[in-house]
């Protein structure tokens, strides 16, 4: 039995804390791309980028109801909450999927739509269906859903993939791993329960923090890549620096924290730290390129 759905109920099916990070990163891969886009189709991508991200999570969450229902922090989300079923969200998921890959393909081109329908595809057959329930590396492999919208708003711009487009989705690679698995560090309880195989229950503490430890060391170096592919100057390369160094520094602490609340209060620390780190490098590779772009008219 569900209740009347509200406006809001169908807005909390799309995940926007998410959407907000694959709409802003987008966005950023369609500005930094080289190439000229009619702001109106600029907005009208960035806006079928964000409706397609929350098809995905709408339809993540007509699939993941039932530990939806377990977990504590999933518990009142509208499907396990009984606001909306599960065949409103699918239809509400399938509808947005298919609209948002048709006008982005209308608007821009269609290696861009193809490229979304792809992400789509990724995250909710093969990431939701799949690899979640079956293997602790489903955070590792299914994070590409989430490293792709700058390449899709960079091949909306210019209908092409290139190995600086390929650098802004490493970034976001590499940073999903330390992030989710933080999270996982303190909330064990709650996926053992619901039975998902993240790293903590199945590898162990010490075997997570050690990877964790790992990848932000690799994410603080994979942020350097804008800068020495030409796509940033200095006021990136400073915040991305700055920015890794603190990551890692961050990451280094919690594998050196004992067990216990120290560890957990460590590995909240870092997912905290993990949820502005991308908007903060992204932003700066978004304002450096601006600054390059208005010093290039003036001189």
């Not at 109920?9 to 990163?25: E, G, H, I, N």
């Not at 602490?253 to 209060?265: N, Q, T, W």
């Amino acid at each position: 039995m569900t209740g009347e759905a509200r406006v809001e109920d169908y807005f909390a099916l799309l995940k926007p804390s998410v959407m907000s990070l694959v709409v802003f990163t987008a966005f950023v891969g369609l500005v930094v791309a080289p190439g000229a886009i009619n702001p109106i189709v600029a907005l009208i991508a960035v806006l079928c980028i964000a409706i397609g991200g929350g098809a995905s999570g709408a339809l993540n969450m007509w699939y993941d109801s039932d530990i939806d229902a377990i977990m504590s922090r999933t518990q009142n989300r509208p499907i396990p909450a009984g606001r909306i079923s599960r065949n409103q969200a699918l239809v509400f998921g399938i509808v947005l999927a298919a609209f948002s890959v048709g006008v982005l393909g209308l608007a821009t081109n269609w290696l861009a739509a193809g490229f979304l329908a792809f992400t789509i595809f990724f995250y909710v057959v093969i990431y939701t269906m799949w690899l979640k329930r079956l293997t602790p590396q489903n955070i590792v492999i299914g994070g590409a859903a989430g490293s792709f919208p700058p390449m899709i708003g960079w091949a909306a711009v210019n209908g092409t993939i290139t190995i600086q487009s390929a650098a802004l989705f490493l970034i976001v690679f590499l940073w999903t791993p330390p992030h989710f698995w933080a999270l996982a560090l303190y909330k064990q309880s709650d996926y053992g329960a619901a039975g998902v195989p993240m790293m903590p229950n199945v590898a162990g503490e010490e075997s997570t923090k050690l990877q964790i430890l790992v990848y932000s060391a690799l994410l603080a170096a994979s942020t350097l890549l804008p800068s020495f592919l030409g796509m940033a100057g200095w006021l990136y390369t400073a915040v991305a620096v700055v920015t890794g160094v603190s990551f890692t520094f961050l990451a280094w602490r919690l594998y050196r924290a004992p067990d216990g609340v120290p560890m957990r209060k460590m590995a909240r620390n870092l997912f905290a730290y993990s949820l502005s780190y991308l908007f903060i490098v992204f932003f700066a590779l978004l304002a450096d390129n601006l600054l390059m772009r208005f010093g290039s008219v003036l001189s």
